[in-house]
């Protein structure tokens, strides 16, 4: 498998539990850190790598989504003679081109990964590298239906399955031995500091609450100035605390808060794709309000609210509902809970990966 997203420690759960079936013999390439455009070096983190051989790979073109590449990749094929190649990329990224090539030179299988929910028309280049990866791969894994229909429209007409590209583990993002008390509300927001992300959405929301609360911003990106200048412009930079964590120590971070705001809102190049704070939060017994950008009531169903997105008034509403109804907090964390156990777990999307690479090579009928 090659695969950047797999610097972060708490994803390498998923190859953990990859590793436990006997007839998978599993390396795994990545950098030694993915330079993020907005949240800057995100470095290897090596907390579960056991039963799999976990190696750092030379990257070129760092932190460029669609030119970075893994040079040395054709000699990692060479010496380890994999019956398949798992690109856990973009089909229109060079780095998929390249590692498809190499495959396919070499006579293995291969398949890509992709969260695309966007119908989108690339530049000549990069639209007939997408072309030749659609049409010479072996299979492909999509994060929601909604990427399938994307790359069904693309032109893809070889075999795929709809797997989340990871899980939780339950026994990590569990919740709290003890209920918090207390009477400030703590509200969470956990990922990219940038517009599209409704930051400045949820902030307007808060101003509109009655009752004491505190908003925990967990993330860094170009918005962060901006949202500190205005929380002090609505008169409670006092209420609202930035920070980062590594992946590690995020299930502590959840036991902290009451609720998790998403607030995403759609834009021309992006909706949500998935949500993985949505599941994590919901793992930990944390009710989710989520705007209907996306893939996000897909994820969340009934064990969370939804609200139409970009519309404070109704964020500001569920938050409030939240605040002061308690029974409502833990009948919503309980179906979150259950949701991920029945649907997110680590385990489950590492079955379900495994199976397709069974199928994959299964003889034809």
Same mark, same amino acid.
């Given at each position: 498998m090659l695969s950047k997203a797999c610097v972060v420690g708490a994803y390498?759960?998923?190859l953990e539990e990859m590793a436990h079936y006997e007839d998978l013999d599993l390396r795994v390439l990545v950098p030694s850190g993915w330079r993020d455009p907005d949240r800057g070096l995100i470095p290897l983190e090596r907390?579960?790598?056991?039963?799999?051989?976990?190696?750092?790979?030379?990257?070129?073109?760092?932190?460029?989504?669609?030119?970075?590449?893994?040079?040395q990749f054709g000699r990692e094929v060479q010496r380890f003679r994999p019956d398949i190649v798992h690109i856990d990329e973009e089909p229109y990224n060079l780095a998929t081109w390249h590692a498809l090539r190499i495959a396919r030179r070499a006579g293995v299988k291969s398949l890509f990964f992709s969260w695309q929910?966007?119908?989108?028309?690339y530049p000549l280049p990069v639209r007939l590298g997408e072309r030749w990866t659609l049409n010479h791969v072996d299979h492909a894994i999509m994060g929601t239906r909604s990427a399938a229909e994307v790359w069904e429209a693309k032109g893809y007409r070889g075999p795929y399955a709809v /797997? =989340?590209?990871?899980?939780?583990d339950p026994d990590l993002f569990t919740p709290p031995d003890r209920s918090r008390r207390g009477g400030t509300f703590v509200?969470?927001?956990v990922g990219r500091l940038v517009e599209e992300k409704g930051g400045a959405l949820l902030l307007d929301a808060l101003a509109q609450l009655n009752g004491v609360w505190q908003l925990d911003i967990l993330g860094d990106g170009p918005q962060k100035a901006a949202l500190n200048a205005q929380a002090r412009q609505l008169r409670f930079a006092d209420r609202v605390t930035f920070g980062s964590l590594p992946s590690v120590r995020m299930p502590g971070y959840y036991q902290g808060i009451d609720a998790l705001a998403v607030p995403s809102l759609t834009r021309e190049n992006w909706k949500e794709q998935f949500g993985r704070v949505i599941v994590?939060?919901?793992?930990?017994?944390?009710?989710?309000?989520?705007?209907?950008?996306?893939? /996000? =009531?897909d994820v969340i169903e009934d064990a969370g609210l939804i609200f139409p997105e970009g519309d404070v008034t109704a964020l500001a509403d569920r938050l409030q509902r939240l605040m002061h109804t308690p029974d409502l907090r833990r009948d919503l964390a309980a179906r979150g809970r259950a949701r991920v156990l029945a649907h997110y777990t680590q385990a489950q999307v590492a079955a379900q990966t495994v199976a397709v690479y069974r199928t994959m090579l299964a003889p034809p009928p």
């Open positions: 390498q759960r998923k907390a579960h790598v056991e039963g799999y051989d976990l190696r750092v790979a030379p990257i070129r073109f760092n932190g460029h989504f669609h030119l970075h590449y893994y040079p929910n966007i119908l989108r028309q /797997i =989340p590209q990871f899980g939780v509200v969470g927001f994590e939060a919901m793992a930990c017994g944390v009710p989710v309000i989520g705007s209907n950008s996306g893939a /996000i =009531p």
